[in-house]
């Protein structure tokens, strides 16, 4: 892609370089505050998302608590900038696509008229910007950091002409639509082979390898029919609870619907671990399983390692006549996980599995020699699955890569798409 044909100094040092003609202007010039504030409450409660931007409280992928009363909302109208204060640092601003209702902690903003407020969206998203925006937020700690309009007011810009920034709008619309269109196809995709990879492992695990074996009734209906051969057997005879404590040196674990469980520290999201109380920590031995507070969700995981985990979680110990990996793809499984969700007691946040219950229900058992080749089977065929899988995510993650630094490059002038036209006024 080709750059200007010429550069000059911004004369601001985090900027640096911009185009010739173009020039830096403080936010202050650009935008307005609307002060406005709802007197009846009557309107569309509208709430920020990172991923689809401002839009009703009630298409949100989760509902927060809605107020008991929208007096004092502060009011937006079509083409607002909204900016969430509190999120600054994640370049949560979007334009509103609705008239309505947002909370106290957003700002509303209306242009002056110098500036197209699309061209403002894609570029304040951008690192350089969001990095500006962290080091002026104030607050008493993270999390609570806010970023005030004086102080977005008083940052400078990058400012071309007005039709050249309504040019760049248009580029951005066709290619990053194009990017995104194309991301989607990937990751539909992507979720087709998760769901053949799911639904073989749930065929294998519950069916067999062997299409022509006699089946029989098993006269459990999560399990329905089964190879005449294999057993049924109770939970609570195949699995013996650890109870083990007072074990302060062994590594701090983590149940992950992803991974497993693994060590804290291995985890992406890690959690700050309080080294107090270790000693009242349940041990877990690497082939254990762990029944933790999602498990109803997304299974019961396998541990990967020795270590220490949650009293609040249920650690079982499998018998010496089962193959503790084809439990571990058994427990994973679609059908085991719609039994786990009638074994739930609590409600919402609160909702456990009540291993009392899940222990007196049972599972298929095939013959050692069978669980061992439905392991093999599995893994062989996952490796396929996975291996294509991997290929489109780093795919999908290259195009999303792609599109940021795009935008990022046409915005701050690093790219030239939208040439200024003869004559052509700021």
């Given at each position: 892609?080709?750059?200007?044909?010429?550069?000059?100094?911004?004369?601001?040092?985090?900027?640096?370089?911009?185009?010739?003609?173009?020039?830096?202007?403080?936010?202050?010039?650009?935008?307005?505050?609307?002060?406005?504030?709802?007197?009846?409450?009557?309107?569309?409660?509208?709430?920020?998302?990172?991923?689809?931007?401002?839009?009703?409280?009630?298409?949100?992928?989760?509902?927060?608590?809605?107020?008991?009363?929208?007096?004092?909302?502060?009011?937006?109208?079509?083409?607002?900038?909204?900016?969430?204060?509190?999120?600054?640092?994640?370049?949560?601003?979007?334009?509103?696509?609705?008239?309505?209702?947002?909370?106290?902690?957003?700002?509303?903003?209306?242009?002056?008229?110098?500036?197209?407020?699309e061209y403002l969206e894609y570029l304040f998203k951008t690192p350089i910007y969001v990095s500006e925006f962290i080091k002026k937020t104030t607050g008493v700690a993270i999390g609570f950091n806010r970023l005030y309009t004086d102080d977005l007011f008083s940052i400078p810009t990058h400012y071309p002409p007005m039709q050249e920034?309504?040019?760049?709008?248009?580029?951005?619309?066709?290619?990053?639509?194009?990017?995104?269109?194309?991301?989607?196809?990937?990751?539909?995709?992507?979720?087709?082979?998760?769901?053949?990879?799911?639904?073989?492992?749930?065929?294998?695990?519950?069916?067999?390898?062997?299409?022509?074996?006699?089946?029989?009734?098993?006269?459990?209906?999560?399990?329905?029919?089964?190879?005449?051969?294999?057993?049924?057997?109770?939970?609570?005879?195949?699995?013996?609870?650890?109870?083990?404590?007072?074990?302060?040196?062994?590594?701090?674990?983590?149940?992950?619907?992803?991974?497993?469980?693994?060590?804290?520290?291995?985890?992406?999201?890690?959690?700050?671990?309080?080294?107090?109380?270790?000693?009242?920590?349940?041990?877990?031995?690497?082939?254990?399983?762990?029944?933790?507070?999602?498990?109803?969700?997304?299974?019961?995981?396998?541990?990967?390692?020795?270590?220490?985990?949650?009293?609040?979680?249920?650690?079982?110990?499998?018998?010496?006549?089962?193959?503790?990996?084809?439990?571990?793809?058994?427990?994973?499984?679609?059908?085991?996980?719609?039994?786990?969700?009638?074994?739930?007691?609590?409600?919402?946040?609160?909702?456990?599995?009540?291993?009392?219950?899940?222990?007196?229900?049972?599972?298929?058992?095939?013959?050692?020699?069978?669980?061992?080749?439905?392991?093999?089977?599995?893994?062989?065929?996952?490796?396929?699955?996975?291996?294509?899988?991997?290929?489109?995510?780093?795919?999908?993650?290259?195009?999303?890569?792609?599109?940021?630094?795009?935008?990022?490059?046409v915005v701050t002038g690093q790219i030239c798409v939208a040439k200024p036209q003869r004559g052509e006024q700021q």
């Amino acid at each position: 892609m080709k750059k200007y044909e010429s550069y000059k100094d911004s004369g601001v040092g985090w900027i640096g370089e911009i185009p010739s003609h173009w020039s830096c202007v403080k936010v202050k010039h650009l935008l307005r505050e609307r002060v406005d504030k709802s007197e009846d409450g009557i309107g569309e409660p509208l709430s920020m998302s990172q991923k689809y931007g401002l839009i009703p409280t009630s298409q949100m992928d989760v509902v927060p608590n809605l107020a008991t009363s929208y007096v004092g909302a502060k009011c937006t109208k079509i083409g607002d900038m909204v900016l969430n204060k509190m999120k600054a640092h994640l370049g949560v601003f979007a334009l509103s696509a609705y008239d309505g209702l947002v909370s106290p902690d957003y700002a509303v903003y209306y242009g002056t008229g110098r500036a197209d407020l699309e061209y403002l969206e894609y570029l304040f998203k951008t690192p350089i910007y969001v990095s500006e925006f962290i080091k002026k937020t104030t607050g008493v700690a993270i999390g609570f950091n806010r970023l005030y309009t004086d102080d977005l007011f008083s940052i400078p810009t990058h400012y071309p002409p007005m039709q050249e920034q309504k040019r760049i709008v248009d580029y951005l619309k066709d290619k990053t639509s194009k990017i995104e269109q194309y991301v989607s196809a990937r990751e539909r995709e992507r979720e087709l082979l998760d769901s053949l990879k799911q639904s073989e492992i749930a065929n294998v695990v519950t069916k067999g390898l062997n299409p022509n074996v006699r089946m029989k009734d098993s006269g459990i209906p999560w399990i329905g029919m089964i190879p005449e051969h294999w057993e049924i057997r109770k939970i609570k005879f195949l699995f013996k609870e650890r109870s083990e404590k007072g074990f302060p040196n062994e590594p701090v674990l983590c149940a992950t619907q992803k991974y497993g469980v693994i060590p804290q520290s291995m985890y992406e999201n890690r959690v700050v671990v309080v080294n107090k109380g270790l000693d009242g920590l349940k041990l877990v031995k690497k082939g254990d399983f762990v029944i933790s507070l999602r498990s109803f969700q997304g299974g019961i995981e396998y541990a990967h390692y020795q270590g220490i985990i949650s009293a609040a979680y249920t650690v079982l110990m499998p018998s010496k006549n089962i193959n503790p990996l084809y439990v571990k793809y058994l427990f994973k499984s679609h059908p085991f996980i719609g039994l786990l969700k009638t074994c739930v007691t609590g409600i919402r946040e609160g909702q456990n599995i009540n291993y009392d219950m899940l222990r007196n229900n049972s599972i298929m058992l095939p013959p050692a020699s069978e669980q061992q080749a439905i392991v093999d089977y599995i893994e062989a065929k996952l490796s396929k699955i996975d291996s294509c899988m991997a290929d489109l995510q780093a795919e999908i993650d290259y195009l999303k890569e792609f599109k940021q630094r795009l935008i990022s490059d046409v915005v701050t002038g690093q790219i030239c798409v939208a040439k200024p036209q003869r004559g052509e006024q700021q």
